[in-house]
């Protein structure tokens, strides 16, 4: 089994943002897919955390 490795693992792995309920649920989801082995699923989530939070967290 192939693991890709990141190139920056915390561009890969955003921070979900405190009280979010959005982001909370992401990161669980994450965290889900993470304990699964189901790394497709992990990037996903990262994917969707990363969009929502460039829409909702804007810095
Ligand atoms: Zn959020």
Do not use: K
């Amino acid at each position: 089994m192939i693991i890709p490795q990141p190139r920056d693992p915390n561009e890969h792995r955003p921070e979900p943002a405190q009280g979010c309920v959005a982001c909370a649920y992401l990161a669980r989801l994450r965290e889900r897919a993470h304990a699964a082995g189901d790394g497709s699923g992990v990037s996903d989530a990262n994917v969707r955390m990363r969009r929502h939070q460039a829409q909702e967290h804007p810095t």
